[in-house]
């Protein structure tokens, strides 16, 4: 079920009606539904929370702008967008705290989509459904979806006005803490673990799921460094291993869009390139992703996101059982060395040679790309996006024991099964060129940065990472990244951990909303 049944409610219900006073011009939008006739039978609240799914398709999201801030903000990546202002927000270089593609449009959209899943909290619970079971499921899903996007106000601004129901348009936002966003995700995804299934039907497969639900309370809880309420959140999906999780054997099967939804999925974004209109809320809105085209290189995309070459280095550290470099460096990354690294692999690029004049020594980002069937990127790409996968959770799990006092030989277990995926075939650590690391909790822990980064770039979560890992907080920490990132190198301790709240969103309220420090 790739787009959650999307047209059902074109997204929007008459946002604030009832809000002002009853005179002539005060009549129903014929083309909307207003809220004193909706919200009355089961399929109002099933479009209302397919309507709050609706919000994954933004340029604010991982669609398109949210891999920006993740993956081009963090080591991993940088941006050479001859769109100065956009690479400078790569780059720490804050000027204009109203640049929409670069915060506004984050804001903007997180906060769209809690509005879509206030409205299923607030006036689901009022209609009668002949089930229970189902009702509780339309509620799950929707407290799962707020709770995903507080965590990214979490994670990006570390503070937020915390809305839990539907507001008219007199309302002015009152800021809350960061501590107070995560006590709201971990209410939120406790109740949608109470109300959620364990997996859905074939129609509704992609919907959020308790292991969804569980994962992504896991991860807020490593957030805050209580590794060991994760553990036991992490535990639930671990115990399902084989049955319900697992990992694929091909790593390649995680990123196109041939074997969406496999055993390795824990939540993905059902994405498809049917509609290849807007992004508004009509009929046919586009459901696409849409980063390939910026990521993909010059002549067939934009590349305005690269990679950086210390990821190839780090790949190239070891070899395989078979004596070959690691494939995911060949499925993650395109540079000028990879046919020679890979010759058993296909050396063109979207079905042509290495463009030497125009893309010299760029490594550019192949995750997610279409080149596996398609000779060129456009705006709209079929591939799901997974923003949880089993893997992820394997090395969660294995952060979270050392972190509670476990040995390096309990925690190797689950790293060495995301290395040993058959496709991936590295000897297990205890073998490797990374032996050494096992000699202590600290020293894996160190390693494990390096685990997740070989495994999970360019998904999304190595900005959360490098917070939750302090390296962010202190010279030695910033030092490490400037050796592999030379942006770092505009980092402020203290400053650009967060990003600075939109400004318009500050003045509009009467200083219930604050700028972020030094900001």
């Not at 809880?221 to 992490?234: P, V």
């Not at 004596?323 to 692999?345: K, M, Q, T, V, W």
Request: hydrophobic content about 40%; charged content about 25%.
């Amino acid at each position: 079920m790739k787009t959650y049944q999307l047209i059902a409610l074109g997204a929007v219900i008459s946002l604030f009606a009832g809000a002002c006073n009853k005179n002539l011009l005060d009549i129903d939008n014929p083309n909307e539904a207003p809220i004193h006739t909706f919200w009355q039978t089961e399929s109002d609240a099933q479009m209302g929370v397919n309507a709050a799914y609706s919000s994954l398709y933004k340029e604010g999201t991982w669609m398109r702008w949210l891999s920006f801030r993740y993956d081009l903000s963090s080591d991993e990546g940088w941006s050479s967008s001859p769109w100065n202002e956009l690479g400078d927000w790569t780059r720490f270089n804050y000027v204009n705290y109203n640049f929409f593609e670069g915060n506004n449009v984050h804001w903007s959209h997180f906060y769209t989509g809690i509005f879509r899943a206030n409205q299923v909290l607030t006036y689901v619970p009022d209609i009668e459904f002949a089930n229970q079971e189902a009702k509780d499921h339309v509620l799950g899903q929707a407290a799962f979806l707020r709770a995903l996007w507080y965590f990214q106000i979490a994670t990006l601004w570390e503070k937020g006005a915390l809305v839990l129901e539907p507001k008219g348009p007199d309302y002015v936002p009152e800021e809350v803490p960061e501590e107070a966003i995560w006590a709201q995700v971990e209410a939120d995804l406790k109740d949608a673990i109470a109300k959620l299934p364990d997996a859905w039907d074939n129609n509704n497969v992609g919907r959020a799921t308790i292991g969804a639900a569980r994962a992504l309370l896991a991860k807020a809880y490593m957030q805050q460094h209580r590794y060991g309420d994760a553990k036991t959140e992490l535990q639930w999906l671990i115990d399902r291993e084989g049955s319900m999780y697992g990992l694929v054997d091909n790593y390649l099967d995680n990123f196109t869009h041939l074997r969406e939804n496999n055993i390795e999925s824990v939540f993905e974004i059902q994405f498809d390139d049917e509609n290849k209109g807007g992004t508004g809320d009509d009929i046919a809105m586009a459901t696409g992703l849409q980063r390939t085209q910026f990521y993909a290189p010059g002549g067939i995309g934009w590349q305005d996101g690269k990679a950086r070459a210390w990821l190839v280095a780090e790949y190239k550290k070891e070899q395989n059982l078979e004596g070959a470099n690691d494939i995911r460096l060949y499925h993650n990354l395109y540079y000028r060395d990879s046919p020679a690294d890979f010759p058993d692999e296909d050396p063109l690029v979207y079905g042509r040679q290495w463009n030497n004049a125009d893309w010299g020594n760029d490594l550019f980002i192949r995750k997610y790309s279409t080149g596996y069937y398609r000779n060129f990127e456009d705006y709209f790409a079929p591939n799901n996006y997974r923003i949880i996968r089993y893997a992820d959770v394997l090395l969660m799990y294995a952060e979270c024991i050392l972190e509670t006092g476990g040995s390096p030989t309990e925690a190797a277990v689950h790293i060495n099964k995301v290395r040993q995926r058959p496709s991936v075939n590295l000897p297990a650590l205890e073998s490797s060129v990374h032996a050494t690391a096992l000699s202590s909790g600290e020293s894996l822990l160190k390693h494990l940065q390096m685990e997740r980064a070989l495994e999970l770039c360019f998904e999304g979560w190595r900005w959360a990472d490098l917070k939750r890992w302090g390296l962010l907080d202190n010279q030695a920490g910033i030092d490490e990244l400037k050796s592999r990132d030379p942006d770092f190198n505009n980092f402020i301790i203290g400053k650009h951990r967060r990003l600075p709240i939109p400004q318009i969103e500050v003045d509009n309220s009467g200083g219930k909303l604050t700028q972020n420090p030094d900001y």
